[in-house]
């Protein structure tokens, strides 16, 4: 029997509801809130990556015209560091010191950038004069910047008191059995390369605005985040050292997030504490150099990894010698973002002996976090190019040994030794799919046809699957409103997404109601008592879980309602058009007379909190195909094929959106993105004239469409996807250009970005 989908329902392609305030500049974002008397803040940061410090004057800068407050480190010791929240169990049980970042530096500075001071002032260029009149005395060290020369014997230490480098050490796997693996294997291949650092770059730079109650004693804090909660949190529990009922968090509009304003930053107790020191309002506003400087950046990993393989190709062994930057000191979740990459590095293939070592590295550069995919890019991008290197140094077609290592899906649930439980997968089914829908067959006439024209051609697949919307839940809480709409809460966070759509869709499946009267309510800690915020793609396989489940409860609570004022069983009741109504007759009663109707809160509210005791875990295959000039090194990229296993997919426009974007973000890292450091740390692009990012000229029309398996772990099925593309794109680019490059000189390894400057060098040797 076919079933309509329904208009708004989950499965519909409706198009943004919150579009059009923000079409008409209707939004708000954190800069555009304004509070009465609002002063100020600026930071002022090191322009050294190692250095030791002193105040020599402070004095001018305080009496300087318009300014009220300049904090230093001396100023601060009440309150405690931005701490971080990941720490490690290394194998010998022992556990690693953590340096957490300071709200402000205490005589020594770690990287450029480093926060030395806090002027607030009357206006921002008046907070800017002054901290050009602080006095400061600077005593010069040697930065270290490269990864590996870190941990050299000799290398300047970022905390000499540590004695090393090194922050950590974590293993994973079987050492011993994987040994046993490579001693029997005829054959071995090893990559070597670098998976590079980025910068975030979302488009709305992180802000604030504190306010302080005096009389309440009771902090406000208006910011761009993705959830108020868990940074709530932090700012109570570990820097103001005061209970969370004395914060309240708000976010509005946020013009991006990817991971990267999932954390507490350091400027946002610092304008809190300033707003209480001076009982007025601060508002601190990051400009686009800052955000290169302060902000987290993204990836940044050494790697060498070996793949041990039988006389036939069947993978027997994996080893992986993985070193990560951490930067300057461990940020919030620094430390778990590569071990989180460790559990996925078998990716899609039946490897049973893992070796996996992982060093955290410190160096003098801006601290290391999340940054879309968090870890599941890094590992899927090893494993794809490994598994692509292993291909061409035995001479077996890549597709086949793919298919020949795939976990088949009568393996399911399969146990990874990275200690994951997929519990779905059909992975040669979207590979194939994708190989025809990409006319794979056909590639070696596209191939000569290019060499006529003088280019290089090549063809590059990635198979990939990632871990998300993580064990746990998303509380959700709906209300039957007066006027016959209904309000949601819910403590995930929009970034761009689209959730009010989203999720009005899981009510307006459960109850008959017009999608614009609707009200998703997000981002504010007196509205919801708790939230998880949005990050690991989790907001609508957990949240939207929730969403639907209350929906279901207050369906029934105003079928229970109508039943009573309609002299009727509530079975006989359907919700349709914003009506209750008798099946089959015209006897009804509108949703505002309902509410009016309940004799309590109760009866018009619905709560649900549904907990999901596994990750989810989405897959799929990329396909890329290159043309590169070899007289310019320019790559262009002439088609891309996407087939992807999202589960069940709950607005087909919201989620092209949604791998349209991760995918250009792993096109950037591949051939444009990255972060370059001179010698002495100072970041040489820190601006977009020097850190280049993809626009629309650099990539493709996509050829994308889904072959869904439905999750056995989630309770709708959704697998999640807001950072698949990402995962998929950059391992299928990159072996795209090795293809072409491969093809014409035999060159077999390329570093990422693959800027025209790189690609033309190794062509030209």
């Not at 001693?183 to 504190?210: G, P, Q, S, W």
């Not at 991760?662 to 100072?682: A, K, M, P, R, T």
């Amino acid at each position: 029997m076919n079933i309509a989908t329904p208009k708004f329902g989950v499965g519909a392609s409706a198009l943004r509801k919150e579009d059009g305030k923000l079409l008409r500049g209707e939004g708000a974002f954190t800069d555009d809130v304004k509070a009465e008397g609002e002063l100020r803040g600026y930071v002022l940061r090191s322009p050294h990556a190692s250095a030791r410090f002193a105040f020599t004057d402070l004095d001018e800068a305080r009496s300087a015209p318009g300014v009220h407050l300049v904090l230093t480190a001396e100023d601060l010791s009440h309150l405690g560091p931005v701490v971080c929240q990941t720490p490690l169990k290394q194998p010998d049980g022992s556990k690693h010191a953590l340096k957490h970042v300071p709200l402000l530096c205490d005589g020594e500075v770690r990287y450029v950038g480093d926060a030395v001071a806090f002027i607030v002032a009357d206006t921002l260029a008046q907070a800017q004069d002054a901290a050009e009149l602080i006095g400061i005395d600077w005593e010069f060290g040697d930065a270290q910047v490269g990864l590996a020369a870190a941990l050299e014997p000799e290398s300047p230490l970022v905390w000499p008191d540590l004695g090393t480098n090194q922050a950590f050490l974590y293993r994973m796997g079987d050492r011993a059995a994987t040994e046993a693996a490579f001693a029997e294997a005829d054959h071995v291949a090893t990559v070597k390369f670098i998976n590079n650092r980025l910068v975030c770059n979302y488009m709305e730079t992180r802000a604030c605005l504190a306010e302080w109650d005096s009389e309440a004693k009771r902090f406000t804090l208006t910011l761009g985040s993705q959830g108020v909660h868990n940074i709530r949190k932090t700012l109570a529990r570990d820097v103001f050292r005061m209970p969370v009922e004395d914060f309240r968090l708000i976010t509005r509009d946020v013009g991006g997030g990817f991971g990267t304003k999932v954390f507490n930053y350091r400027e946002y107790p610092l304008a809190l504490e300033s707003a209480r020191r001076l009982e007025r309002p601060v508002k601190w506003v990051c400009d686009r150099t800052e955000h290169f400087l302060a902000d987290a950046h993204g990836r940044d990993n050494d790697v060498t990894a070996s793949l041990a393989m039988d006389r036939e190709g069947r993978i027997l062994g994996l080893k992986i010698d993985l070193l990560a930057n951490m930067g300057g000191y461990l940020h919030q979740f620094g430390p778990y973002i590569p071990t989180l990459g460790a559990t996925m590095s078998t990716g899609v293939y039946d490897i049973r002996n893992l070796d996996f070592e992982l060093r955290g590295v410190y160096t003098h550069t801006t601290p290391v976090d999340a940054y879309r995919g968090a870890g599941r890019p890094e590992a899927a991008f090893l494993i794809e190019r490994l598994i692509d290197a292993a291909a061409r140094e035995i001479g077996m077609p890549v597709e086949e040994l793919r298919r020949k290592n795939f976990i088949k899906p009568e393996q399911m649930p399969y146990r990874t030794p990275g200690g994951r439980t997929y519990d779905v997968g059909e992975f040669d089914g979207h590979m194939t799919r994708a190989l025809e829908k990409a006319n794979a067959a056909g590639f070696e006439a596209r191939a000569r046809e290019a060499q006529s024209r003088g280019k290089l051609r090549g063809f590059g697949t990635a198979v990939y699957v990632e871990a998300c919307a993580f064990a746990g839940s998303e509380p959700a809480k709906m209300t039957l409103d007066a006027d016959g709409g209904v309000t949601l809460y819910i403590g995930t966070q929009t970034n761009g997404q689209g959730h009010a759509t989203a999720y009005s869709q899981f009510v307006a499946d459960k109850i008959g109601i017009d999608f614009d009267r609707i009200t998703v309510r997000q981002g504010d800690t007196d509205e919801l008592a708790d939230g998880g915020g949005t990050g690991g793609s989790r907001s609508i396989p957990l949240g939207g879980v929730s969403v639907a489940r209350a929906s279901e409860v207050l369906a029934q609570k105003m079928k229970k309602l109508a039943a009573d004022e309609l002299e009727a069983a509530p079975e006989d009741i359907e919700l349709v058009d914003g009506v209750a109504r008798i099946v089959g007759t015209d006897r009804m009663i509108d949703y505002s007379d309902l509410a009016r109707a309940a004799s309590s809160d109760d009866d018009r509210t619905a709560d649900a909190d549904v907990v999901q005791d596994e990750a989810t875990y989405p897959n799929g295959t990329h396909i890329c195909e290159v043309e590169i000039d070899p007289d310019t090194g320019i790559v262009e990229i002439v088609g891309y094929t996407i087939v992807d296993d999202f589960g069940v997919t709950v607005n087909p426009v919201l989620l092209l959106g949604q791998v349209h974007g991760g995918v250009v973000q792993g096109i950037g890292q591949c051939l444009q993105e990255g972060v370059v450091h001179s010698e002495d740390g100072q970041l040489l692009t820190a601006s977009f004239m020097d850190y280049t990012m993809p626009r629309a000229a650099d990539v493709p029309f996509f050829d994308f469409e889904t072959r869904n398996v439905p999750s056995t772990t989630n309770a709708l099925g959704i697998k999640g996807a807001g950072e698949a593309g990402t995962i998929g794109a950059c391992p299928a680019v990159a072996n795209a250009v090795i293809d072409a490059l491969d093809r014409a000189r035999g060159i077999r390894h390329i570093e990422m970005p693959a800027t025209p400057q790189r690609v033309w060098e190794a062509l030209n040797g």
